[in-house]
């Protein structure tokens, strides 16, 4: 272990010296990529009380943590801390309860392909992301002023065969003199769950609105692309829904730059315990003439190469006019996305937010997705490399 870790080390020092990197930074690059993570896996699909007492007790004596990852089958541990003492995985690895422990030489050690949740799967209303194409679809915003357009929206998406509701609550407007949303809108989301049976996704900004959701029955957290690099938010959804059946939809910031890291933001969320992460596209910056931003479809073959997160595409946002929408959605399925999250409206003219531009009516939702369902059959699940 020790030999191969001095191996990759003087590696990457070799290339960050060959390269002419500054010093402070040849430093980072050695660290960086020399980073080993371990997880513990079970012989069962989790640890009894007792043994995870037993385990973090060893881990303690060392310095370091356990952090659990809850799947739907099974549940794995991650070792935080520095983990690399030989001593600690030696004790580990003879309990008779542990099955192995597993080490990934990767930035991102839970999103990693390499990892042990690559096995797990997501569910949202019924649909297991990857077995089928998923679609979220509804209003950029819900007008508090006028809720029977939602609910009518509602029933229109779910008649076009969407499986989940999207309907915006809280608003990250770029001109503070827009309508920033309203609380009261997420009673008219929920109450259109009801009415339709869909579950929802909605975007939360802060803690206070996060907690508002949660406790609403929010059933996909939607991280908007101005707070996909908001640390400290990033924590706080992790921490709140560690260990609940609540999925998170992460869209990708105008600002990222190497892809590493949007999977990074989204290495946040599951480091505090829910693996429920799924991974959106929606338009990067600069902007492509003529598009609201540059179409960021292209990355999907990328993401699932690298990670075993599913990938629902927002082409809304991406291409921003409703006329371009479907064709940047088949792109979409064309590169392997497992889904879809399209902006709706039975009215787009009576919208608000980005409806009156970008939402698609019913009828051209049903069509696209009765076409992108036959691309994704043609085409059949894409599993990376
Ligand atoms: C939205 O989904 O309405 C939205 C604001 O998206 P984004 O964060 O991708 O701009
Ligand atoms: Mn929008």
Same mark, same amino acid.
């Given at each position: 272990?020790?030999?191969?870790?001095?191996?990759? &080390?003087?590696?990457?020092?070799?290339?960050?010296?060959?390269?002419? *990197?500054?010093?402070?930074?040849?430093?980072?690059?050695?660290?960086?990529?020399?980073?080993?993570?371990?997880?513990?896996?079970?012989?069962?699909?989790?640890?009894?009380?007792?043994?995870?007492? =037993?385990?973090?007790?060893?881990?303690?004596?060392?310095?370091?943590?356990?952090?659990?990852?809850?799947?739907?089958?099974?549940?794995?541990?991650?070792?935080?801390?520095?983990?690399?003492?030989?001593?600690?995985?030696?004790?580990?690895?003879?309990?008779?309860?542990?099955?192995?422990?597993?080490?990934?030489?990767?930035?991102? &050690?839970?999103?990693?392909?390499?990892?042990?949740?690559?096995?797990?799967?997501?569910?949202?209303?019924?649909?297991?992301?990857?077995?089928?194409?998923?679609?979220?679809?509804?209003?950029?915003?819900?007008?508090?002023?006028?809720?029977?357009?939602?609910? =009518?929206?509602?029933?229109?998406? !779910?008649?076009?065969?969407?499986?989940?509701? /999207?309907?915006?609550?809280?608003?990250?407007?770029?001109?503070?003199?827009?309508?920033?949303?309203?609380?009261?809108?997420?009673?008219?989301?929920? =109450?259109?769950?009801?009415?339709?049976?869909?579950? #929802?996704?909605?975007?939360?900004?802060?803690?206070?609105?996060?907690?508002?959701?949660?406790?609403?029955?929010?059933?996909?957290?939607?991280?908007?692309?101005?707070?996909?690099?908001?640390?400290?938010?990033?924590?706080?959804?992790? /921490?709140?829904?560690?260990? /609940?059946?609540?999925?998170?939809?992460? &869209?990708?910031?105008? $600002?990222?730059?190497?892809?590493?890291?949007?999977?990074?933001?989204?290495?946040?969320?599951?480091?505090?315990?829910?693996?429920?992460?799924?991974?959106?596209? /929606?338009?990067?910056?600069?902007?492509?003439?003529?598009?609201?931003?540059?179409?960021?479809?292209? *990355?999907?073959?990328?993401?699932?190469? !690298?990670?075993?997160?599913?990938?629902?595409?927002?082409?809304?946002?991406?291409?921003?006019?409703?006329?371009?929408?479907?064709?940047?959605?088949?792109?979409?399925?064309?590169?392997?996305?497992?889904?879809?999250?399209?902006?709706?409206? #039975?009215?787009?003219? $009576?919208?608000?937010?980005?409806?009156? !531009?970008?939402?698609?009516?019913?009828?051209?939702?049903?069509?696209?997705?009765?076409?992108?369902?036959?691309?994704?059959?043609?085409?059949?699940?894409?599993?990376?490399?």
């Amino acid at each position: 272990m020790r030999a191969i870790e001095r191996r990759i &080390k003087l590696r990457c020092a070799t290339l960050a010296w060959t390269l002419d *990197i500054p010093l402070r930074q040849r430093v980072a690059v050695f660290h960086y990529t020399a980073y080993v993570s371990f997880m513990i896996l079970p012989q069962a699909n989790r640890l009894t009380p007792e043994q995870l007492a =037993e385990v973090i007790a060893i881990v303690t004596e060392f310095g370091c943590n356990i952090q659990p990852i809850v799947g739907t089958v099974r549940t794995i541990y991650a070792i935080l801390g520095d983990e690399r003492d030989e001593l600690m995985i030696n004790r580990l690895e003879g309990l008779d309860y542990i099955d192995r422990i597993d080490r990934i030489q990767s930035p991102f &050690k839970l999103m990693d392909r390499r990892s042990d949740l690559a096995s797990h799967r997501i569910e949202v209303g019924g649909v297991t992301l990857g077995q089928e194409l998923f679609v979220i679809a509804g209003q950029c915003t819900i007008d508090p002023k006028n809720p029977n357009y939602f609910y =009518e929206t509602a029933a229109a998406v !779910k008649e076009a065969g969407a499986h989940a509701l /999207r309907g915006g609550v809280w608003k990250p407007r770029s001109n503070p003199y827009s309508f920033q949303g309203d609380a009261k809108s997420l009673d008219i989301l929920m =109450e259109a769950s009801r009415r339709t049976g869909l579950p #929802v996704d909605a975007e939360v900004m802060d803690e206070e609105q996060l907690n508002l959701a949660l406790d609403a029955g929010v059933a996909v957290l939607q991280v908007g692309a101005r707070n996909a690099l908001n640390y400290s938010l990033l924590r706080a959804i992790g /921490r709140a829904v560690a260990g /609940r059946n609540v999925a998170v939809l992460l &869209k990708r910031s105008l $600002h990222m730059g190497p892809i590493s890291e949007f999977i990074s933001a989204a290495e946040y969320i599951v480091s505090f315990g829910n693996p429920n992460v799924i991974l959106c596209p /929606r338009g990067t910056a600069p902007t492509l003439d003529g598009y609201r931003n540059h179409p960021d479809e292209s *990355i999907t073959p990328l993401l699932k190469e !690298k990670t075993w997160a599913p990938v629902v595409v927002d082409p809304s946002h991406s291409v921003g006019k409703a006329s371009y929408v479907p064709a940047c959605a088949l792109a979409a399925v064309a590169y392997g996305a497992d889904g879809l999250c399209v902006e709706a409206h #039975v009215s787009p003219n $009576h919208g608000i937010g980005d409806d009156p !531009k970008q939402a698609v009516t019913p009828d051209v939702l049903a069509g696209l997705i009765a076409q992108a369902r036959q691309l994704w059959t043609m085409r059949g699940p894409i599993k990376g490399k």
